[in-house]
């Protein structure tokens, strides 16, 4: 008997040890939110750990996921910017499809925000191609007279951590970052490095698809 109602009088305190932990990883992830809304921070890590220190918890062990992040981030961007970041995310997704259609002979993909439609005023262009080396790639643009910077990224793919080769070009309102797999690898669909999750990408005429949706 004595345990039974030990029991019942924790119950109410856990209901409520869990109900403000949510409340903290809501209050994280909107202002996390905020952060890669206004502020431009891209890293969805980094803007929740800033966040925790903003809201007065630095050390705190409720960090929201990731997808928490992001519906914080649809949430915030259809309350406070939503005139202004579908025009930008139009002249995004027009900007991503003439870089696709350029690099055509390397089967490009748009990923990232700008595809699931989270981009914000400070978002780049994200495309991976898929060709023999990075060097066929390279020749291409330099025929092209398009300067590029060089520069690696980390993602999972195929089970282990590998490191892949980036080519960025300053587009017109933003940088365009293109991701270079090699040929063999189309296959398979890298994951997220913030949350494992396969990452979403489209071809040229889903990009097309989403813009005559508006």
Same mark, same amino acid.
């Given at each position: 008997?004595?345990?039974?109602?030990?029991?019942?009088?924790?119950?109410?305190?856990?209901?409520?040890?869990?109900?403000?932990?949510?409340?903290?990883?809501?209050?994280?992830?909107?202002?996390?939110?905020?952060?890669?809304?206004?502020?431009?921070?891209?890293?969805?890590?980094?803007?929740?750990?800033?966040?925790?220190?903003?809201?007065?918890?630095?050390?705190?062990?409720?960090?929201?996921?990731?997808?928490? $992040? &992001?519906?914080? !981030?649809?949430?915030? +961007?259809?309350? %406070?910017?939503?005139? *202004?970041?579908?025009?930008?995310?139009?002249?995004?997704?027009?900007?991503?499809?003439?870089?696709?259609?350029?690099?055509?002979?390397?089967?490009?993909?748009?990923?990232?925000?700008?595809?699931?439609?989270?981009?914000?005023?400070?978002?780049?262009?994200?495309?991976?191609?898929?060709?023999?080396?990075?060097?066929? $790639? &390279?020749?291409? !643009?330099?025929?092209? +007279?398009?300067? %590029?910077?060089?520069? *690696?990224?980390?993602?999972?793919?195929?089970?282990?951590?590998?490191?892949?080769?980036?080519?960025?070009?300053?587009?017109?309102?933003?940088?365009?970052?293109?991701?270079?797999?090699?040929?063999?690898?189309?296959?398979?669909?890298?994951?997220?490095?913030?949350?494992?999750?396969?990452?979403?990408?489209?071809?040229?005429?889903?990009?097309?698809?989403?813009?005559?949706?508006?």
């Amino acid at each position: 008997m004595t345990k039974e109602l030990g029991a019942k009088r924790s119950l109410p305190h856990r209901e409520r040890e869990k109900a403000a932990n949510q409340r903290m990883r809501e209050r994280i992830a909107q202002q996390a939110a905020r952060l890669i809304a206004e502020d431009g921070q891209q890293d969805y890590a980094l803007a929740k750990l800033k966040a925790a220190r903003q809201i007065g918890a630095p050390d705190t062990h409720n960090l929201p996921n990731n997808n928490e $992040v &992001e519906q914080a !981030l649809r949430d915030y +961007q259809s309350l %406070y910017q939503k005139d *202004e970041q579908g025009v930008r995310l139009r002249q995004l997704r027009q900007q991503a499809l003439v870089a696709m259609k350029l690099l055509e002979r390397f089967n490009p993909y748009l990923v990232g925000s700008v595809l699931n439609g989270t981009a914000t005023r400070y978002s780049d262009i994200n495309l991976q191609v898929f060709a023999d080396s990075a060097k066929a $790639v &390279e020749l291409f !643009l330099l025929g092209q +007279q398009m300067p %590029y910077k060089s520069s *690696e990224m980390r993602l999972h793919f195929g089970g282990e951590m590998r490191t892949f080769p980036v080519l960025s070009l300053q587009g017109d309102a933003t940088e365009i970052n293109i991701t270079v797999f090699a040929t063999g690898d189309l296959r398979q669909i890298p994951r997220s490095h913030n949350d494992k999750r396969p990452l979403e990408r489209a071809r040229a005429k889903q990009v097309e698809a989403l813009l005559e949706e508006g």
